[in-house]
């Protein structure tokens, strides 16, 4: 009897041991070529497992999760996985010439993280050059065992992710705009799941179809995998509750609309109409967008479509009313800082919102377009045909190097980066008001370096040079806090004072209003290299993009893992 009891006490102890560690899961991804046919263009697009949007992620938090990718195509890869904080394990977080050299073909590379401390919906794609046009996907992170949601469990829980199309080939397009200088020719279709829908020539078919039933609560986990585009999203005569975004729960607030940018994701629960309505309901996405260049000024629909009841003597679906959504107006500036004003972290025991309140170092960084000057004996399609398009924090165009930073942190290696970026603009000037007449950036690969657990406060002030434009920034490693954001220039003695310090949001990626400025803080306390940018594509490749390096902490826990064996080299 005792030694059954016995047993029984080791299984259940296990048992515990096994919930509070996690589990190890296994993926493996394979990066090969596709033939994908959209608007009756039919081309070879760059995925994993063949899939387009690629495959789920799936994992608790608190497991292991370890990925090998496999490269089958002639471009070198590499994969982020976008909001995961890679807690002392910087070599998997994927950024190519940050963290890690890419994969090249035929080569193979073992991402191994643990997921610590986040639940909820975020992303993976492939970080270098416009890869994640199409190699991309979602990653679910389900609470621990035996724990539950902050709201009501739902009934079904539907994955949507927004994206873009490109009849012709991404590469070639960034490839000749970085070239002449002038802006890249913007996509062909935005996409839900994959699919454009109906409002395009020759997509009818291609229309993304979500089948409901009446009185029910759906959970949609929505992500925008756009490549340069801001979204606006809403479902006909239907409102929604947000309840996390990026990963993060948010005190619950309802919305017939909303805008999400690329990188970001936000859950929402949807509760559908307690009887057949008779009709379907178009869901939509369109961009919003300030800024003073060519974009992509189309729609994608799916359609939400109620299951008829088994008795009643239902219509075909072909016949019955659509109905469309009202989305905001293209620039509508006013309804985004309304609507990401509205996101607060639920800031309770078991969610606190562990905003730094005092601040060991603050920077001031400018983001925006600027110019770099055409090369000699060649001509440019740049601002005034005169000069190439550029981008630039505190205006210096980040270049990458030719081996990742990381690794010449960790070895020590001389001449791949400086660690002199500025920590507020050299020149200021007039921010939001008349651009100066050189617009001119520097270029080079410079960097911020912070002792760990440093706390940091960080406003990023928009710019009018070349078009006040938002820029959703996104911060690798680290979540951070939305304590303030307005428009204007920031006034560094008035503006604190409205700073939320009791229950700000929490993302990774957040966008800095256009013409206005967004004050964010977080505790350095993840050591690596870590990738700072704009998540729109164009804006990356003209260089808005930095690096942190945050050094070792005292503590076994706060060192930098040494890098795996099989870390790609240049």
């Known amino acids: 009897?005792?030694?059954?009891?016995?047993?029984?006490?080791?299984?259940?102890?296990?048992?515990?041991?096994?919930?509070?560690?996690?589990?190890?899961?296994?993926?493996?991804?394979n990066v090969e070529y596709h033939n994908v046919t959209r608007l009756c263009h039919t081309r070879t697009v760059l995925t994993?497992?063949?899939?387009?949007?690629g495959p789920r992620l799936v994992a608790r938090e608190g497991d292991r999760v370890i990925v090998k990718v496999v490269n089958h195509i002639a471009n070198n890869v590499t994969i982020h996985w976008h909001g995961v904080r890679q807690l002392t394990t910087g070599w998997s977080d994927g950024p190519s010439y940050i963290t890690q050299?890419?994969?090249?073909?035929?080569?193979?590379?073992?991402?191994?993280?643990?997921?610590?401390?986040?639940?909820?919906?975020?992303?993976?794609?492939?970080?270098?050059?416009?890869?994640?046009?199409?190699?991309?996907?979602?990653?679910?992170?389900?609470?621990?065992?035996?724990?539950?949601?902050?709201?009501?469990?739902?009934?079904?829980?539907?994955?949507?992710?927004?994206?873009?199309?490109?009849?012709?080939?991404?590469?070639?397009?960034i490839s000749q705009a970085l070239q002449t200088g002038a802006g890249p020719n913007v996509s062909d279709a935005f996409t839900i799941n994959g699919y454009p829908g109906p409002l395009y020539n020759c997509s009818s078919k291609d229309t993304y179809k979500l089948k409901v039933k009446p009185g029910k609560t759906y959970l949609l986990r929505l992500i925008n995998a756009a490549?340069?585009?801001?979204?606006?999203?809403?479902?006909a005569n239907h409102t929604v509750t947000v309840v996390e975004g990026d990963a993060v729960y948010t005190k619950p607030f309802v919305t017939d609309k909303l805008v999400i940018t690329p990188g970001q994701t936000t859950n929402v629960l949807l509760k559908t109409k307690p009887e057949f309505p008779n009709a379907n309901f178009l869901m939509a996405a369109r961009p919003y967008f300030t800024g003073q260049g060519t974009f992509d000024n189309s729609?994608?629909?799916?359609?939400?479509?109620?299951?008829?009841?088994?008795?009643?003597?239902?219509?075909?679906?072909?016949?019955?009313?659509?109905?469309?959504?009202?989305?905001?107006?293209?620039?509508?500036?006013?309804?985004?800082?309304?609507?990401?004003?509205?996101?607060?972290?639920?800031?309770?025991?078991?969610?606190?919102?562990?905003?730094?309140?005092?601040?060991?170092?603050?920077?001031f960084f400018t983001v925006g377009l600027g110019t770099n000057p055409c090369p000699k004996n060649t001509t440019c399609q740049g601002p005034n045909n005169s000069s190439k398009f550029a981008a630039s924090v505190n205006n210096v165009s980040f270049q990458l190097p030719t081996i990742a930073i990381l690794q010449a942190h960790y070895f020590g290696q001389n001449g791949v980066y400086t660690t002199d970026f500025p920590t507020q603009p050299l020149i200021p000037f007039n921010y939001t008001g008349t651009a100066p007449n050189n617009t001119n950036v520097m270029n080079g690969t410079r960097s911020v370096v912070l002792p760990f657990n440093t706390s940091v406060e960080l406003v990023m002030q928009d710019t009018s040079i070349l078009g006040a434009e938002s820029h959703p920034l996104h911060l690798h490693g680290y979540?951070?806090?939305?304590?303030?954001?307005?428009?204007?220039?920031?006034?560094?003695?008035?503006?604190?004072?409205?700073?939320?310090?009791?229950?700000?949001?929490?993302?990774?990626?957040a966008g800095v209003p256009a013409g206005g400025w967004i004050a964010i803080r977080f505790f350095a306390d993840n050591p690596g290299a870590w990738f700072m940018h704009c998540h729109l594509d164009v804006h990356t490749s003209w260089g808005l993009r930095m690096a942190w390096i945050v050094l070792d902490?005292?503590?076994?826990?706060?060192?930098?893992?040494?890098?795996?064996?099989?870390?790609?080299?240049c």
């Open 1 to 29: 009897m005792a030694a059954s009891h016995m047993l029984f006490c080791f299984w259940v102890l296990l048992l515990f041991m096994n919930n509070a560690a996690g589990e190890t899961r296994h993926y493996k991804f």
């Open 479 to 509: 979540n951070f806090f939305i304590v303030g954001q307005g428009f204007g220039n920031y006034d560094p003695n008035k503006d604190p004072l409205k700073f939320n310090l009791v229950d700000p949001m929490e993302r990774n990626t």
């Open 299 to 363: 729609t994608t629909v799916g359609i939400l479509e109620y299951e008829h009841p088994s008795h009643h003597n239902h219509k075909s679906s072909k016949n019955l009313t659509i109905i469309q959504p009202v989305l905001p107006p293209i620039n509508a500036t006013g309804f985004v800082a309304n609507f990401t004003g509205k996101f607060r972290s639920l800031g309770n025991a078991k969610y606190p919102a562990n905003v730094p309140k005092t601040v060991d170092k603050k920077f």
């Open 553 to 569: 902490g005292p503590g076994p826990n706060q060192k930098l893992q040494p890098p795996p064996s099989d870390l790609p080299q």
């Open 48 to 53: 994993v497992n063949r899939k387009f949007p």
């Open 227 to 235: 490549l340069n585009d801001e979204l606006f999203f809403s479902i």
């Open 101 to 173: 050299c890419p994969i090249q073909t035929n080569q193979s590379y073992i991402y191994n993280f643990t997921i610590t401390g986040q639940r909820g919906t975020l992303w993976w794609h492939a970080h270098i050059s416009w890869l994640r046009v199409s190699i991309y996907g979602p990653i679910i992170i389900l609470p621990k065992r035996n724990e539950s949601y902050p709201f009501a469990k739902p009934d079904k829980e539907v994955t949507i992710m927004f994206g873009e199309w490109f009849n012709s080939d991404p590469e070639a397009i």
